[in-house]
């Protein structure tokens, strides 16, 4: 019942920005936490940032520094910002929302990180 959708990846050079978006519909997007995980070419999915119902941040130590991950409840809205761009960030990156009984995961958008 929930549609997850990112928006906000593209082509940017080492060093640069991006901030990516993930908008929620079906409700009750305030009481679930969201996450962002990635995932590289030939290489398994990982987690890289979190955020609470509540507000509170958790990040991978490969983005710690760089990436800050906010939500806006009244837009049913998760957002990336990510900053300082290395070819290692290169990946698709997924919002995912995940509740006591459910988990819903986006399509996907493509960060591309290269000179």
């Known amino acids: 019942q929930v549609h997850l959708v990112e928006s906000g990846g593209g082509l940017v050079q080492p060093g640069g920005s991006l901030r990516l978006s993930c908008v929620a519909s079906g409700g009750l997007f305030s009481i679930n936490a969201m996450a962002w995980y990635r995932q590289g070419p030939e290489k398994e999915r990982e987690w890289v940032a979190g955020?609470?119902?509540?507000?509170?941040?958790n990040y991978a130590d490969s983005v710690k520094g760089r990436f800050t991950i906010s939500r806006d409840n009244a837009k049913n809205t998760v957002y990336l910002q990510m900053i300082s761009l290395k070819p290692e960030d290169t990946a698709v990156y997924y919002c995912?929302?995940?509740?006591?009984?459910?988990?819903?995961w986006g399509q996907g958008t493509q960060v591309t990180v290269s000179s």
């Open positions: 955020i609470t119902t509540g507000g509170r941040t």
């Open positions: 995912r929302l995940s509740g006591p009984s459910y988990d819903y």
